[in-house]
């Protein structure tokens, strides 16, 4: 998981994103000096952003760090995410893009504490609408008085020129409300995938599980502050592309993978129009 601090204050700039997972399509090692010159990612003293734009790519799943020859080098790679993102929609400008990235950003392995903090767990806490005074109170209480415990997590989602298009935070008066990612069939194929990658990763050598175990364990239906009817609607999209199967004589349901995640991400963008 990334550090509490990784983002130095910066919103994950979709320009900035763009220019790096560039790079990192490259699969060459170089210095930060050397990467901000061939981006135009800045790296002065007091605007350093490409270390947390870096940082920002590896949480939302878009690229790896891979071993370098030089102990002072880089070397980014692509994720199969990362290269459907790059072939298809670099700058995140699609809805979609941006949701996955946040999901992946919130999880706890590859993410982000206080993303994974208000996002994965901090839903029954802070509920669906909550002013800016109670998140900050919510992360002290988690991990201590600090100079700003919230950082950019909600510019992240206000500005259009991070994730604003996905409207997974929005502002209403004093209030930060929480909204629900889409449930749409055309989001059946990525959803089966980021599901499957999940069971892969959180699950290792089972093919099947529970809805409640994985949910207890990812936290993705948490992530995107679904309900029992979403989840059973988003189930029956997902049956439907044949990805995932869902075994309902049992309960909880049984969630089956019936497909390689990491050849199936290539298609994610087959049924957007």
């Not at 990362?82 to 941006?98: A, M, P």
Request: glycine share 6%; proline share 4%; aromatic share 10%.
């Amino acid at each position: 998981m990334l550090p509490l601090n990784f983002h130095r204050t910066f919103i994950p700039e979709r320009h900035f994103i763009a220019a790096l997972i560039e790079y990192a399509a490259l699969e060459r090692e170089s210095s930060l000096q050397e990467i901000s010159q061939e981006t135009g990612i800045p790296m002065g003293k007091s605007t350093g952003k490409l270390p947390a734009i870096m940082d920002y790519c590896k949480g939302m799943g878009l690229i790896e760090l891979k071993k370098s020859k030089d102990k002072g080098n880089k070397r980014p790679v692509l994720t199969p995410l990362g290269k459907i993102i790059y072939e298809e929609d670099k700058y995140l400008g699609e809805v979609l893009s941006q949701w996955l990235v946040h999901i992946n950003l919130c999880r706890s392995d590859i993410g982000a504490r206080v993303w994974h903090e208000v996002f994965a767990k901090g839903k029954d806490i802070l509920g669906v609408s909550f002013t800016k005074q109670q998140l900050s109170d919510y992360l002290i209480s988690i991990f201590g008085v600090g100079k700003d415990r919230i950082g950019p997590l909600i510019t992240a989602y206000t500005d259009d020129s991070a994730l604003g298009r996905a409207k997974v935070l929005t502002i209403n008066g004093d209030l930060i409300v929480r909204n629900k990612a889409p449930i749409m069939p055309s989001w059946a194929i990525p959803y089966s995938v980021l599901i499957i990658t999940l069971i892969d990763k959180f699950f290792p050598n089972e093919n099947q599980v529970t809805i409640t175990d994985f949910n207890n364990i990812t936290h993705m239906f948490s992530i995107c502050s679904w309900q029992e009817d979403d989840i059973v609607q988003l189930l029956y999209y997902i049956e439907a592309k044949g990805l995932v199967a869902v075994d309902r004589q049992v309960k909880p349901w049984i969630l089956e993978k019936r497909a390689d995640a990491e050849k199936m991400w290539a298609s994610i963008f087959n049924d957007i129009t």
